[in-house]
């Protein structure tokens, strides 16, 4: 079975830091695109950002110059560092991923689509 499991979040205050990570566990074989979206209480969900399998990274326009995404493909697992956080920071942080390659009980390759992850509470007190 693959999962996202996102983890690192917390309550913050304003200013400070925090580096989520979100580890896939299974036998996975590859990921390629993963992202970090967030959802504020009655907002939509909104990308933050995205990371290619090669590593070109793309980011939300609120974020950029305070939140770094990175990925460590050894392991399987993304990050997002986030700095300087401000009180709109707040919101349930999900990671996600384009296509997960991974090898199921029969030693067959197979492919998960558009996956995410449970969820990580960020909240940033002013």
């Known amino acids: 079975q693959v999962q996202l499991v996102e983890s690192g979040g917390g309550l913050v205050q304003a200013g400070g830091s925090l580096r989520l990570s979100c580890a896939a566990s299974?036998?996975?074989?590859?990921?390629?695109?993963m992202g970090w979206y967030r959802q504020a209480p009655g907002k939509q969900r909104e990308l933050v950002a995205v990371?290619?399998?090669?590593?070109?990274?793309n980011y939300a326009d609120s974020v950029k110059g305070r939140f770094t995404i990175s990925r460590d493909n050894a392991k399987n697992t993304g990050y997002l560092g986030m700095n300087s956080l401000k009180p709109e920071d707040t919101a349930v942080y999900y990671c996600?991923?384009?296509?997960?390659?991974?090898?199921?009980?029969?030693?067959?390759?197979?492919?998960?689509?558009?996956?995410w992850g449970q969820g990580t509470q960020v909240t940033v007190s002013s």
């Open positions: 299974g036998n996975i074989f590859s990921i390629n695109g």
């Open positions: 996600h991923a384009d296509k997960v390659w991974y090898i199921d009980s029969l030693s067959a390759m197979r492919t998960i689509d558009d996956y």
């Open positions: 990371i290619t399998s090669g590593g070109e990274t």
